[in-house]
Nanobody, 122 residues
Framework: QVQMVESGGGVVQAGGSLRISCEDS????????MAWFRQAPGKEREFVAG????????YYSDSVKGRFTISRDNAKNTGYLQMNSLKSEDTAVYYC???????????????WGQGTQVTVSS
């Protein structure tokens, strides 16, 4: 059974940094791609960043490019999202997702974490 477990959310001041993690227990079997999405209050969920576990694809949305960095620890089946220079508009629930296709399209991701709240205070 695939299980995505997130951790590391919290409250941080604007300009600060935070790292969130996602362990994908099902990666060995059917999840070659991991991505991060976020959903702010009153807004639709949007793609933030994604990667292939093989390292052949990495992609960032324009809104986080240069500030956020995704990484992975293949041995731990864990992906990370390092968030620097945080802004109030980064406040959202962040979700990790696993899928078969390297895409920014939400509907292509089958497995989802429970979400972790990131709040940036100004």
């Amino acid at each position: 059974q695939v299980q995505m477990v997130e951790s590391g959310g919290g409250v941080v001041q604007a300009g600060g940094s935070l790292r969130i993690s996602c362990e994908d227990s099902g990666r060995t079997f059917r999840s070659p791609v991991m991505a991060w999405f976020r959903q702010a209050p009153g807004k639709e969920r949007e793609f933030v960043a994604g990667f292939r576990w093989t390292g052949t694809w990495t992609y960032y949305s324009d809104s986080v490019k240069g500030r956020f960095t995704i990484s992975r620890d293949n041995a731990k089946n864990t992906g990370y999202l390092q968030m620097n220079s945080l802004k109030s508009e980064d406040t959202a629930v962040y979700y990790c997702a696993a899928g078969m296709v390297a895409t920014i399209r939400e509907s292509d991701y089958r497995y989802w974490g429970q979400g972790t709240q990131v709040t940036v205070s100004s």
